[in-house]
């Protein structure tokens, strides 16, 4: 199965400033070859510069 992800997804999944990112924190542990994240660079981009950059 291949799931598509958005910036905000990613983001809480990486963050654990966010209140969602302890739904979400297993979603990249859980990853395998039946088990795929779509990500497109703009998508990377964004979540690069909101970790970095926005998050004070």
């Known amino acids: 199965m291949v799931i598509g992800l958005d910036t905000n997804v990613l ?8 209140p969602e990112h302890t ?10 070859p039946d088990n795929m994240l779509a990500l497109n660079p703009t ?4 979540a690069y ?3 970095v950059f926005g998050q004070k």
């Open 11 to 18: 983001c809480y999944a990486l963050d654990p400033a966010y």
């Open 49 to 51: 510069h909101v970790l």
């Open 43 to 46: 998508i990377i981009q964004e």
């Open 23 to 32: 739904k979400l924190k297993g979603l990249l542990l859980k990853l395998s």
